[in-house]
């Protein structure tokens, strides 16, 4: 991710989702159908489908929300990090909290701490009745860019 050069949130978050500049969601996070809906260093907003991210018994992989709360907050920590520096995450947690089975769950991830060297955002996944399916946090180191990117 790069400087948003004056861009609102849901403008960032259009741009990544279409494949333009910012390089945001990689490989994993494309397959899984995650979308931004709103992109800035304190605050990321994003969704999932349910369908095709299940376990076995019809139910959201714990593994899938994971996979969202790591993107939301990687996306927030690389613009928090700002130009030529990278944010590689170090930790993450979650705590499953209900089961979702249909439709699309959405992730918050927001800024609790924003320092020179690490960055630590607070994810909360919900269904789309608004209930809580999975609290995360995750917590990256961030760098330098290595030369050459």
Same mark, same amino acid.
Request: glycine share 16%; charged share 20%.
């Given at each position: 991710?790069?400087?948003?050069?004056?861009?609102?949130?849901?403008?960032?978050?259009a741009e990544?989702?279409?494949?333009?500049?910012?390089?945001g969601?990689?490989?994993?996070?494309k397959?899984?159908g995650?979308?931004?809906?709103?992109?800035?260093?304190?605050?990321?907003?994003g969704r999932?489908?349910?369908?095709?991210?299940?376990?076995?018994?019809?139910?959201?992989?714990?593994?899938a929300?994971?996979?969202?709360?790591e993107?939301?907050?990687?996306?927030?920590?690389a613009?928090?990090?700002?130009?030529g520096?990278?944010?590689?995450?170090?930790?993450?947690n979650?705590?499953?909290?209900?089961?979702?089975?249909d439709?699309?769950?959405?992730?918050?991830?927001t800024?609790?701490?924003?320092g020179?060297?690490?960055?630590?955002?607070?994810i909360?996944?919900?269904?789309?009745?608004?209930?809580?399916? $999975?609290?995360?946090?995750?917590? $990256?180191?961030?760098?330098?860019?290595?030369?050459?990117?």
């Amino acid at each position: 991710m790069t400087d948003t050069g004056g861009m609102s949130p849901q403008e960032v978050a259009a741009e990544i989702n279409s494949g333009g500049v910012f390089d945001g969601r990689g490989d994993l996070a494309k397959s899984m159908g995650v979308e931004y809906l709103e992109v800035s260093a304190e605050r990321v907003v994003g969704r999932m489908p349910v369908k095709g991210n299940t376990q076995p018994y019809g139910l959201l992989h714990g593994g899938a929300s994971v996979v969202l709360a790591e993107t939301l907050g990687s996306a927030g920590s690389a613009l928090h990090a700002g130009p030529g520096r990278v944010a590689v995450g170090i930790e993450v947690n979650a705590t499953h909290h209900r089961a979702a089975t249909d439709g699309y769950v959405t992730g918050v991830a927001t800024r609790t701490h924003g320092g020179r060297t690490l960055a630590t955002y607070d994810i909360v996944i919900t269904d789309e009745d608004g209930r809580r399916v $999975c609290t995360a946090r995750l917590t $990256c180191m961030l760098r330098d860019a290595p030369p050459g990117n």
